[in-house]
């Protein structure tokens, strides 16, 4: 595609309920990225896939926080049982192999946890 | 601990008017320094990347500039426009540890460009 896209754009729920994020990377692209940007903060990582290597899931705040990504491309992030702190806008990325590459963003999905 | 400071947290300027933002940090061992633009409601664009031996890039009417030495970055907007209204990004990289959690963010510079 012409770029990241993501999905939902934006994502209202109650506190406790699991969410499912999307990410369409741009095609070609091997790495993928995820952060989260709260407001009034930096983008904070959260997780990265290269290929078929295992992701740096070190950015991940807590046990509740899953992602993955099926066949090199789509990823999905899911955060169970949601919490008010989870309330952010979730960017994810792609780039080229290599991370010193040009990373390539999404417009992000806003969520709200009531 | 890797750190990017950035000021002025926000700016208001006139249209026309040229600006700069500043960008300080922390991060060892240095690989690479990039400003971001992210407009309202989008994701962050890149506008310039610098490496330890550069000490200015333009894009346009954007211009970066790097001092290694004291580790600070600027980025200079000539002419503003109002489409230059967003949140310039600093966003810094260590050397390539084999993780992209050795990106480090600042958490940006509002600008305004009024009429």
């Known amino acids: 595609g012409a770029g990241v896209s993501q999905s939902p754009s934006n994502k209202v729920t109650e506190k406790g309920k699991d969410v499912e994020l999307r990410c369409d990377p741009i095609s070609g692209h091997t790495a993928l990225y995820w952060y989260r940007q709260s407001l009034g903060q930096g983008l904070e990582f959260l997780i990265y896939f290269q290929g078929n290597s295992a992701p740096d899931k070190s950015g991940l705040p807590s046990d509740r926080f899953s992602a993955e990504r099926t066949g090199g491309s789509v990823s999905t992030l899911t955060i169970q049982r949601t919490q008010q702190e989870d309330s952010a806008v979730y960017l994810c990325?792609?780039?080229?192999?290599?991370?010193?590459?040009?990373?390539?963003f999404g417009p992000g999905t806003r969520l709200t946890v009531l | 601990k890797n750190q990017v400071e950035q000021s002025p947290q926000s700016l208001i300027i006139l249209e026309g008017k040229n600006c700069t933002l500043q960008?300080?940090?922390?991060?060892?061992?240095?690989?690479?320094l990039r400003w971001y633009k992210q407009d309202t409601g989008r994701g962050p664009v890149s506008l310039t990347i610098?490496?330890?031996?550069?000490n200015t890039k333009s894009n346009g009417r954007y211009t970066a500039t790097l001092d290694a030495d004291t580790k600070q970055s600027s980025l200079h907007i000539t002419a503003s426009q109002l489409s230059d209204s967003a949140s310039y990004i600093c966003?810094?990289?260590?050397?390539?540890?084999?993780?992209?959690?050795?990106?480090?963010f600042g958490t940006g510079t509002r600008l305004q460009v009024t009429l």
């Open positions: 990325a792609s780039s080229l192999a290599g991370k010193s590459n040009e990373q390539f």
């Open positions: 966003v810094v990289s260590a050397s390539n540890t084999g993780t992209a959690s050795k990106l480090t």
């Open positions: 960008c300080n940090y922390t991060v060892s061992p240095f690989s690479n």
């Open positions: 610098m490496t330890f031996s550069e």
